[in-house]
């Protein structure tokens, strides 16, 4: 581990949490070098809902290289894009009346998807405002960063983040509080200070931001606060989408219909970056080459997403069964929660992204260590990263499951029976 220590940046981060060197990974296990089998409950974040290696991902990728298949091509017509984009209205979009959205292939990342987003609604609406919510993470770049909530990412800016304004989420102040109408009113009031917005960005299931839920009632009524006041609907679905909360899209059963979508971690499948932009028809008024970028359309995750979206989105047995691991991930919380602390935990979360909301943060990065130490690896989020956050593959079995459960029992009975000042070496 020296060589990491003594010569990456100090940036590093996920890797603190996890001191050992890996080396190969299949499904839901990550091996080290030690030979060590540990249960990948982090998931690239959220990248891997297909697990590590998927043999069919893997196969057609491997196929496609031993074909010569072009790797690179900026934004250039390849049939890999050709059959992705084919794949991809005929399984995703148009069986959810969703095919008059246009897609933009923008730089790999979450947040490059993100930049061209606010950008797109700020060159359509000519408002430069974005409203966006407390908690809420959309990435790293200066613009993507202004809209995300984190104190710690948001200090390493070094400019001022502006342009944005930052709205109450759902339940962010319980659920005696409507934050719809608290919205509404400011947007009503020429005087309240908020300058009216080009577009509100949120996400259905707040990943960074503590696993926090929006209820498909609040969702509906933000799409109608969005209609009413000119600003667009951007559903940042990079994390919650692909999947994870037992749907293709983490809105779709929720009666909305958002004007810009972005997805990414997941989408090509295999970990591979890939970055997509999807908006309604008449939205998109892009200037070719307005928005640039030399690795848009990597065609090696192309590949990959078309071979996931033909495995797994071509009838709903698999959403099917993430629904089903999904009750059984909520039952060994809900268990972990009434054993251990009644009153003082919470579960948290929907879905393929639930989690246990601990008193702190030291609590919960104890309960990880722990964890870790018996072959699970999962990671914290929320406002004090007081949260312990399970985000395994989708493929995951449920013996897995059930394995893993057990180790996080035993963290938190471990952890819990401790006194706290024993606990911060
Ligand atoms: C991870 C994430 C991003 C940023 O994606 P990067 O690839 O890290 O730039 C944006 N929004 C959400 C909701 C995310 O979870």
């Keep these: ?21 890996f ?26 809902n297909y697990g590590h290696n998927h043999p069919v991902l893997k196969k057609a990728l491997i196929d496609y290289i031993q074909e010569d298949g072009i790797t690179h091509s900026l934004d250039l017509y390849t049939t890999a894009k050709e059959r992705f984009i084919e794949t991809f209205n005929r399984l995703i979009l148009n069986p959810r009346s969703m095919g008059n959205y246009r897609m933009q292939f923008t730089g790999p990342t979450g947040a490059n998807a993100v930049e061209a987003a606010l950008k797109l609604a700020r060159k359509i609406t000519g408002r430069t405002n974005i409203l966006s919510f407390t908690n809420g993470f959309h990435g790293c770049s200066i613009g993507a960063l202004a809209a995300t909530g984190n104190r710690h990412h948001r200090g390493g800016a070094g400019v001022p983040l502006s342009h944005v304004s930052r709205m109450p989420y759902a339940n962010y102040f319980g659920e005696q509080v409507n934050t719809i109408a608290m919205m509404d009113k400011m947007l009503n009031d020429p005087s309240s200070g908020v300058d009216k917005p080009a577009a ?8 960074e931001g503590g696993l926090n839920t929006a209820s498909a009632d609040w969702m509906r009524k933000l799409e109608k606060l ?42 090509s499948g295999f970990g591979l970056p890939l970055a997509i932009v999807l908006m309604k028809e008449d939205l998109d008024q892009w200037k070719a080459g307005e928005h640039n970028g030399t690795f848009r359309g990597n065609n090696h995750a192309f590949v990959t997403a078309t071979a996931a979206l033909e495995h797994f989105w071509s009838d709903d047995a ?20 009434l054993r251990h602390g009644p009153h003082s935990l919470r579960v948290k979360g929907r879905g393929m992204m639930q989690g246990i909301a601990c008193p ?44 893993a459960m057990d180790t996080l029992e035993e963290a938190f009975s471990a952890v819990l029976s401790e006194p706290v000042s024993s606990r911060s070496s």
């Design 23 to 48: 080396r190969e990974a299949r499904g839901a296990e990550l091996i080290s070098t030690e030979g060590t089998h540990y249960l990948d409950f982090l998931a690239g974040a959220g990248t891997l």
């Design 200 to 207: 509100a960005i949120v996400e259905v299931v707040q990943g």
């Design 318 to 337: 698999f959403s099917r069964s993430v629904r089903g691991k999904s009750r059984l991930l909520s039952e060994r919380l809900n268990r972990i929660v």
């Design 1 to 21: 581990m020296k060589i990491f220590e003594e010569n990456e940046s100090v940036v590093r981060s996920y890797c603190r949490s996890f001191p050992a060197v």
């Design 226 to 267: 969005c209609r009413k006041h000119g600003m667009l609907l951007i559903l940042d679905d990079i994390q919650a989408g692909c999947g994870r909360t037992g749907h293709f899209f983490s809105f779709e059963d929720m009666g909305i219909r958002p004007d810009i979508v972005t997805l990414s971690k997941s989408l």
């Design 360 to 403: 702190d943060g030291e609590t919960a990065e104890a309960v990880c260590t722990r964890a870790f130490e018996n072959g699970l690896i999962l990671e914290t989020c929320g406002s004090n990263a007081e949260v312990v956050k399970c985000l395994s593959p989708l493929t995951i079995t449920k013996e897995q499951i059930d394995r």
